[in-house]
């Protein structure tokens, strides 16, 4: 029989003993790492650049969010952003439950100007969700693969969710997906950005659905509004606020960063799409 101070004394003694090891195996991991990273500029935004300034909208090597009202066109900012990186080379992943690729091109080059042989060598476009897990494994990989930082867009995130069997409303559940399936784009470089929608209020400046969606957003966060709606005819304004930015280089929160001009010319059948300066 032991008495009971013996038997505290020596709990103590066992936890003493763990926790230097475990100080001691944290010290140790961490000198293992290359501290010239203390030395490397802040990440700033490099995709979707805002006319007549310096600055983009969206974060490398993180997931950056968009939401609105449903209906107003804020896919059409990420469409502008996916122009901008065709014509520059860059590689573009468009994952769209929505559309099919005959529309996708037609807004690409007819709308946005994009060269037709840009946008066959540097986009690859999907909507095909047949088996989720294998579509975003290659989208991984042609990340890991490419030879700049990719722009990756996934344009209806309710969707997609939803089509993975998960609710979006349920915060493990989301959380399960975002890990799964759109953080390692992310975690190999690319400038990952979700579109969702926002509640039905049009002064709800959140996204639907699970809160826990926000928290996993390390990019910049934008509501989306619509000013002047358009359409095929009508000429229309989208003004974007900053939300969130964990990084604290894409602006003042809460402030328009940017709008989205959409103007039509009388005789054409075209319009411009613009991001400009507020």
């Known amino acids: 029989f032991m008495p009971v101070v013996a038997i505290r004394t020596e709990m103590m003694n066992e936890l003493r003993t763990n926790y230097n090891k475990v100080e001691w195996e944290a010290v140790s991991v961490f000198t293992t790492h290359d501290l010239s990273v203390l030395d490397e500029p802040d990440l700033v935004p490099e995709f979707c650049n805002v006319s007549g300034s310096d600055y983009a909208l969206f974060y490398p090597g993180e997931v950056n969010e968009l939401h609105g009202l449903q209906g107003i066109g804020k896919s059409w900012i990420c469409y502008v952003a996916i122009a901008q990186a065709l014509k520059a080379g860059r590689d573009v992943i468009l994952v769209d439950p929505e559309w099919i690729y005959k529309t996708a091109m037609k807004r690409f080059c007819n709308d946005l100007g994009v060269p037709p042989l840009m946008a066959l060598k540097h986009l690859t476009y999907t909507n095909n969700f047949d088996n989720l897990g294998e579509l975003f494994s290659q989208v991984e990989r042609e990340v890991q693969e490419s030879n700049k930082a990719p722009l990756v867009v996934v344009d209806g995130l309710a969707e997609v969710i939803a089509m993975s069997g998960r609710n979006e409303n349920e ?25 969702d929608h926002s509640g039905k209020n049009m002064n709800d400046k959140d996204a639907r659905g699970a809160s826990s969606k926000m928290g996993a957003y390390k990019g910049a966060v934008y509501h989306v509004k619509a000013l002047k709606h358009f359409d095929k005819e009508t000429n229309g304004l989208l003004s974007i606020t900053l939300t969130k930015d964990n990084h604290g280089s894409a602006g003042s929160r809460n402030k328009v960063r940017a709008h989205l001009v959409v103007t039509h010319y009388k005789g054409k059948k075209t319009a411009t799409f613009d991001i400009c300066e507020p």
């Not at 915060?171 to 979700?194: M, Q």
């Open 171 to 195: 915060n493990s559940e989301c959380l399960e997906f975002l890990n799964l399936y759109i953080k390692p784009a992310a975690r190999a470089g690319a400038a990952v950005v979700v579109v």
